[in-house]
């Protein structure tokens, strides 16, 4: 699984990283937790498996890959966790890549 980008509670600036070794709900829910965060949108490049499986049953927690994101998505949740790769292809998908 890539790593999965977020500010770390109190901080304007920095990330850390949501790896999973296994499609564990619990391994979830305690990685959210170390981030402060009970809800969130997960944001994903493409499908991944593990975290998939890990978000089934978690409440308020979705993991969305940028291909399926609108707005009511992101309106829905107040956090959301993000792939460099997901942010990447979003900002294509706006049209705000400059390369």
Excluded at 2 to 28: C, F, I, N, Q, W
Aim: charged letters at 25%; a positive charge; zero cysteines.
């Amino acid at each position: 699984m890539h790593g999965v980008r977020a500010d770390p509670p109190g901080s304007s600036v920095g990330h850390r990283v949501l790896e999973l070794t296994a499609p564990k709900t619990k391994l979830l829910i305690g990685k959210l937790a170390e981030f402060g965060l009970k809800r969130a949108l997960i944001l994903v490049e493409a499908y991944e498996e593990k975290l998939f499986l890990a978000a089934g049953n978690v409440p308020y927690v979705d993991v969305m890959a940028v291909s399926s994101l609108d707005p009511l998505s992101l309106i829905k949740h107040d956090k959301v966790l993000a792939t460099v790769g997901a942010l990447k292809l979003l900002e294509q998908r706006l049209g705000g890549a400059n390369e």
